[in-house]
């Protein structure tokens, strides 16, 4: 109603409630800050909806300043418990409006141990291959070895009429299997199409 993202608490629950109580397959779509104000507000009414165990969870965007901000596996850790699924059965998206592909977290969704920041697992996203995931260091300008932190650049063949590269103020490294994301800049400004102006 006012013109922000927000998140309907009753009509979502309720939804969920009904969709676990007749066991039926769902899968829930939302951004880190939403599933936040959900979990939340699940734990506040003191209740968890435990869904069919097929479901599941596509997960992307940051928090934005619009939530309590909490790591990946803070996250999971409380979408598994207030939903009743694995943390397999949750999805990681990368993407932008001023991109046409997207990526999808691998299906495993970690890299082998040793990776990932404050000893949380390492999590790698795949572009389609008509995209290319570049790091780029942000004191040189150039692309980074694999390995090092930098910032996402992303080469687009499917932005037709549009830039073909978009240099994000992501922090990323560049492995053998993707790219793991280690979220913005601490300098950056926030941004994504989950800001609107209210």
């Known amino acids: 109603g006012g013109g922000g993202w927000e998140l309907d608490v009753d009509r979502t629950v309720a939804t969920l409630q009904a969709a676990a109580e007749v066991r039926r397959r769902v899968v ?7 599933f936040v104000h ?14 069919e165990a ?5 997960e992307t965007g940051g928090y934005k300043g619009r939530s309590r ?38 299906p495993d969704g970690t890299l082998p141990a040793g990776g990932g920041e404050g000893g949380e ?8 291959p008509w995209a290319r995931a570049i790091v780029i260091s942000p004191e040189t300008g150039k692309e980074a070895k694999d390995g090092e932190t930098g910032l996402l650049r992303v080469i687009d063949l499917a932005n037709v009429w549009s830039v073909m590269a978009v240099q994000t103020e992501d922090r990323a490294v560049k492995r053998a299997r993707g790219v793991e994301l280690l979220g913005r800049s601490p300098v950056a400004e926030p941004r994504g199409c989950s800001l609107m102006p209210n």
């Open 69 to 106: 901000e909490w790591t990946k596996g803070e996250l999971r850790g409380a979408i598994t418990r207030s939903l009743g699924l694995p943390a397999t059965s949750i999805i990681g998206e990368y993407g932008m409006s001023e991109l046409s592909s997207q990526a999808y977290e691998a």
């Open 28 to 34: 829930v779509f939302g951004t880190a800050f939403n």
């Open 38 to 51: 959900l979990v939340e507000a699940l734990a506040r009414l003191g209740m968890t909806c435990r869904l």
């Open 121 to 128: 697992p390492a999590r790698f996203f795949v572009f389609p």
């Open 54 to 58: 097929d479901s599941q969870v596509m």
